[in-house]
Every structure is written in structure tokens, then in C-alpha cells.
């Protein structure tokens, strides 16, 4: 996989994880675009095309553009380093807006269970959001896609035209 590859992964990443409590803050979209613009993590990406295709998918599948997320993750071979930069993205998203939701870490502990990654490198690397990671096992048997239907993107559309 190109590092660019990766980087478009973590971007759908980022966006899903943002929608998946069915609202996308604003706070969660100048996330996104700090750490496009002060971070290595979405180098060289257009993150305002990203963004809209993003958004184009999720009115046009709502929540199988989450199952299709999961799917490339599980066919996805990533390194120890891809594994490790998609968590704390992940993690960054979830705390943007200061309120952590269920169905965000209920999709961050899907994630996390499609991950070589083990929980003592976990502990080690990210001990503040220990409670975000492990004993996730409550969101077993809960489907995540049906928390989609409903998505509201206007504010999506305002922070592109504000950003041109």
C-alpha cells in the first residue's frame, strides 16, 4: 500500500468515526483540518476533496459506507506504525468535540478488534485514553450501520464554502 493510500484510509477514518454518532460537529471538522494542516498523517492529501467525497458517499450509502469502511480495514495488511497513527486519528476525532459518544467508541472498538495491535502497546502509547481502547466487549453484538439513516451534512457544506 502507497503512503498516500494510507492516508486516504485514515481520512475515511476520520470521517466516519466523525459521523458516527449521527451529527459531524464543527469542532470535529477543524480537527480534521488541523491535523491535515499540522500533522504528517494527511500530507498531500486535498482534505476539502476528501471531505466532499466523503460526504457524497455517506448521502449515497448511509450505513453501508460504514460496512465498506470495515471491510477494507479488515482486508487492509497494515504495519504496526499504520495501526498506531489510525488509533490516535481516531482518538483525536472522538475528543474534538469534548463529548465522547457510544457509537463512536463502539466503532473505535471495531476497529481496534481488526488490529495486530496488542493492549500492553496500546496502554503504553496512549495511558489517557486507556477507557476509549480495552474492555470493549459490550459493543459485541450491536450493529453500528444502523445509526447512520439520518445523517445531517449542512454544516459539512458550510465549512467547505468557508474554507474556499
Do not use: W
Request: aromatic share 8%; with cysteine; net charge negative.
Amino acid at each position: 500500500m502507497t503512503s498516500l493510500e494510507f492516508k486516504k484510509i485514515l481520512f475515511q477514518a476520520a470521517f466516519s468515526i466523525m459521523a458516527c454518532d449521527g451529527e459531524i460537529h464543527d469542532t470535529e471538522l477543524s480537527e480534521i483540518k488541523d491535523i491535515a494542516e499540522n500533522s504528517i498523517f494527511f500530507d498531500g492529501l486535498n482534505h476539502e476533496e476528501e471531505l466532499q467525497m466523503q460526504v457524497s458517499i455517506f448521502k449515497a450509502k448511509g450505513g453501508l459506507a460504514i460496512q465498506d469502511f470495515f471491510k477494507l480495514i479488515q482486508a487492509t495488511n497494515l504495519s504496526a506504525i499504520q495501526e498506531e497513527h489510525l488509533i490516535e486519528v481516531l482518538i483525536r476525532i472522538i475528543n474534538a468535540d469534548h463529548k465522547v459518544d457510544e457509537n463512536e467508541v463502539h466503532f473505535l472498538s471495531e476497529v481496534r478488534r481488526t488490529l495486530k495491535i496488542d493492549d500492553t502497546k496500546l496502554v503504553v502509547k496512549f495511558p489517557k485514553h486507556i477507557n476509549l481502547l480495552l474492555n470493549l466487549s459490550q459493543y459485541d453484538s450491536k450493529n453500528i450501520a444502523a445509526s447512520f439513516d439520518n445523517l445531517n451534512f449542512d454544516n459539512v457544506s458550510g465549512f467547505l464554502k468557508l474554507n474556499d
